[in-house]
Each structure stands twice: as C-alpha cells, then as structure tokens.
C-alpha cells in the first residue's frame, strides 16, 4: 500500500472521516449515521413489502442510493453553508501589465482577510496541517477556465528556489496546485524555474515587488499544450504571476486569452488562492 504524506492522511481523514464544519466545528449537515440509519430503515421496509421477484432490484436500488448520498456529502465542501456564506467568494479579477497593452487577468479564491489569511499563515509558516482542509474548500470555489480541460492545458505552481525548498523543507503552493490539479482534472506543468535567490516579497512595496523579481525565472522546456494556467497561493500585488506572465511572453509570444487572437497560440490564464494586501 502505497504510503500517504502528512498533508494526505489529513485531507483524507477531514474529508472522509470528519463530517464537522472545518471552522465552526458544527455538522456540515444531518449527521451521517443518522442519515444513513434512516435511508437503511426505509429501505428495508420497502424491501419487506416488495414482490419476491423485485427484492435483487430493491437492494441494488439501496446500495445506488446509499453511495448517491455519500457522494454528495463529500462534494458538497468542507464549510457548513453558514461559514460558507461569511466568506467573500470569487472577488473580482484585477490586472497586471505583462507586456506592452497586454494584460493578464488574476482570479482569486477569496480575499487575503481572516479566516483564509490566518490559515495560509499557519500552513506556510508553521506546517500547521489542519489548515489545509479549508484551503482545499477554497480552492474549490475556482471554476476551472472556460475551454480548458486535461489535453489542451496545464497549470504552473508559482516556482520557488532550492534554498528556500530546503529551509522549509516543503513547498506550500505545490501541496496547494496539486490539489487544484485534482479539482480540474487538468496536469501540473514543471517546465518553469525560480533562478533567481531574491528575499521573500512580504513587507515589500509593489515597485520593490517588481523589481525583486527582475530575471527571476527562466523556461527549461516548451510546454506541448497551448493553454498556461499560472498559480500562487497569495497575489498581493500580483507581482509574482506578473513576472511568471512576464517571462513566459518573452519566451514564445504566450498571451491572454482573448477573442481576436488566433485559436492556434499560446494562452495565459492566472489564479490565486486569496488576494489583498496584508
């Protein structure tokens, strides 16, 4: 059996195992066993009453029934829809210039504000892994690009560099772009690499942001697909999606999708996990 990381086993057990709202701590909805009692009661009454011929029908009818109703509690998310609602959901997309009258548009989840700030803090900075099932719930909200799907596109973790990897000993956006890999259906892209040794962007204004991230990545492959779907966990400014959109422009013309461009070039989209200042 193939073994789990931390970060899986807790996704794994919050997701299957832990019914409660990942804030409030209150059931997402009726309690399982009480649901799945009274599905189990009634349909052995039917069963009971049912013609002999009709009971291999009645059972399988169950069963169906049972894993419809197991299915829709774990894909309707990890919030209880009242913590749902007291998040902002889906703000609008604001923009960065990539090159000369282009400009990428970034979607967040949510915005950089309580209670997805404290939790990314926890998971980046302390390892804390009982945050990730929220962030896992956020990045559900993220409605996968229109036209995009596992053969004509792939997404780009925001890179980080091999010392910053070793510091910390795991990369967060990495964890975090996988599990929106899985929610789309659509392949991680690694053709992408952080060059460069510049400090952390926190506490920095955005023309410090811009400037600390000049040269800061460089292309090892050309991607066999035409769809770029870019990922960060927090666009502050956007500065890091705009100097990835930056590099991969300059590198082989990749652009923004836009109608009045040929069907036949490359095209960027960008997202992020939360956005606002800190």
């Not at 419809?68 to 609008?92: A, E, F």
């Amino acid at each position: 059996m193939r073994c789990l990381a931390p970060y899986q086993t807790g996704l794994w057990l919050a997701e299957y195992m832990d019914m409660r709202c990942q804030l409030c701590r209150i059931y997402r909805s009726t309690p399982q066993s009480q649901l799945l009692h009274h599905q189990t009661q009634s349909s052995l009454d039917n069963i009971t009453n049912a013609p002999p011929t009709r009971i291999a029908l009645k059972k399988h009818s169950f069963l169906t029934n049972i894993v419809h109703q197991v299915n829709s509690h774990l894909s309707s998310g990890l919030l209880c829809t009242h913590c749902h609602n007291d998040i902002t959901w889906l703000p609008r997309p604001f923009e960065v210039d990539i090159a000369p009258s282009i400009s990428l548009s970034i979607q967040a989840s949510t915005y950089y504000e309580y209670p997805i700030r404290q939790a990314i803090r926890a998971f980046k900075h302390q390892e804390d892994m009982t945050k990730l099932p929220l962030l896992l719930h956020a990045i559900r909200q993220l409605p996968r690009p229109h036209g995009c799907h596992r053969n004509n596109s792939v997404i780009v973790a925001m890179p980080t560099t091999s010392q910053r990897l070793v510091k910390r000993w795991f990369d967060p956006v990495s964890i975090l772009s996988a599990q929106l890999s899985k929610h789309w259906q659509i392949p991680l892209w690694h053709g992408v690499q952080r060059i460069d040794n510049t400090i952390s962007q926190q506490g920095l204004s955005r023309a410090e942001r811009l400037n600390n991230l000049d040269n800061a990545f460089a292309l090892i492959e050309k991607p066999a697909v035409k769809r770029i779907i870019l990922f960060d966990d927090v666009a502050t400014t956007g500065a890091s999606l705009q100097a990835l959109g930056r590099t991969l422009h300059s590198s082989f013309g990749v652009a923004p999708l836009d109608q009045h461009q040929p069907s036949h070039g490359y095209h960027l989209f960008a997202y992020a996990l939360a956005h606002g200042n800190q």
